[in-house]
């Protein structure tokens, strides 16, 4: 069967792993200060925290922004349910908003209707490495003095005309988790141009404890540390990365020119030219369930795009949402990643092909 995603770790990851256990480099240390050193230099923003995971990295920086119990948060109903879960953590409402009817991100021109005295971040979801409309966000934060924070979960090394996604606002946070660019097993961080919070983030990873011998417990936080152990996974993943983008870029090409001339199904747009990166492989198909099936058939492995945020239980939102019903009725993951052979996406064109003239 070839999965709808493949990422590798070798032999140079277990090596560092063995370097770090022989300093004894284990919980959150040097090893992990120099690896938030490296993404600060590759992103070109001045602070980064590294943290378990970018739902943590999304909770922490509203936590940072004083976020909670009354506050709302305005954010797109397409994105993975981790962003609104964190809102909801702090005690915060998560106001919704629907996508483009082109793509998949938050629609600004509908933001505006939604902001109230008690809205206190807008949070974008820069989905699929793809950017959203930075500058509509910044002229409205600017408008209300609201705070952003863009989840670029999806969007690491992933940029428009302004640099990289994820450090255009007040927070930007990142997911290291499996089906990522860079992978350390579970992880994530949060950057920030500004140091105040960036001091503040660092406390509320460690339960809110400013200097662990006095002990004064200012700040509500939790145990969010990274390991060395991660970080030595991280940094040699990070040496991957180039490579990494190169290998998505030609799948993603590969893709476009073959769908492009299909009715069944249509490849959804990734930027490739303005830089961002087309982490997954992502088709709207009306016939999805008949498309996932033939490919299964043909051991393949196709996988249905997360369900909207509105349909949450724990979310009470009765707005309007059409565009962003379509993307989740329709959407479908193709096989990609990093490290999935070439051959395999020629073998799933091949399929396409046949689903496409099965008639
Ligand atoms: C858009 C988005 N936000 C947040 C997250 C949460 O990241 P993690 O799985 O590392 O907690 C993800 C993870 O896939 C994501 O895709």
């Given amino acids: 069967m070839i999965s709808w995603w493949r990422i590798a770790f070798g032999d ?10 022989q300093k004894e480099c284990i919980g959150q240390g040097f090893v992990t200060e120099e690896f938030e050193e490296e993404i600060s230099m590759a992103l070109n923003v001045p602070f980064v925290v590294a943290t378990t995971s970018g739902s943590a990295a999304l909770y922490m ?21 981790a962003s609104a879960n964190a809102i909801l953590l702090t005690g915060a409402k998560a106001v919704l908003v629907d996508v483009r009817s082109d793509l998949p991100l938050i629609d600004v021109s509908q933001i505006q209707s939604r902001i109230t005295p008690q809205t206190k971040a807008l949070m974008p979801v820069h989905l699929n490495g793809r950017s959203v409309d930075m500058r509509g966000i910044q002229q409205l934060a600017g408008k209300f003095g609201i705070p952003v924070i863009e989840d670029a979960c999806q969007a690491f090394f992933s940029s428009n005309s302004s640099g990289y996604l994820g450090t255009q606002s007040d927070l930007g946070c990142f997911s290291l988790g499996l089906t990522k660019l860079v992978s350390t097993g579970q992880g994530g961080f949060v950057v920030t141009k500004n140091r105040d919070v960036y001091e503040r983030l660092k406390v ?34 990070l040496s991957r990365v180039s490579k990494r983008i190169a290998h998505l870029n030609k799948i993603y090409a590969k893709y476009e020119s073959t769908i492009s001339k299909f009715k069944s199904l249509d490849l959804l747009p990734v930027n490739v030219l303005s830089g961002e990166i087309p982490l997954y492989a992502e088709v709207l198909c009306p016939e999805r369930k008949e498309l996932k099936n033939f490919l299964h058939f043909h051991n393949i492995q196709a996988r249905i795009v997360p369900p909207d945020l509105n349909t949450s239980s724990c979310i009470k939102d009765d707005g309007s949402f059409p565009n962003s019903m379509r993307f989740s009725n329709q959407g479908l993951y193709l096989p990609c990643g990093p490290e999935q052979p070439l051959e395999n996406i020629d073998f799933v064109i091949d399929a396409l092909d046949d689903f496409e003239h099965r008639n």
């Fill in 12 to 21: 140079c990851e277990v090596e560092k792993l063995r370097e770090s256990v």
């Fill in 61 to 81: 920086a509203l936590l940072s922004l004083g976020i909670g119990h009354g506050d709302e948060v305005i954010i797109p109903n397409r994105t993975w349910i």
């Fill in 204 to 237: 509320i990873r460690n339960h809110g404890v400013t200097d662990e011998f006095t002990e004064s417990y200012d700040q509500f936080g939790f145990n969010f540390k990274f390991t060395d152990l991660f970080a030595s996974f991280g940094l040699v993943q």
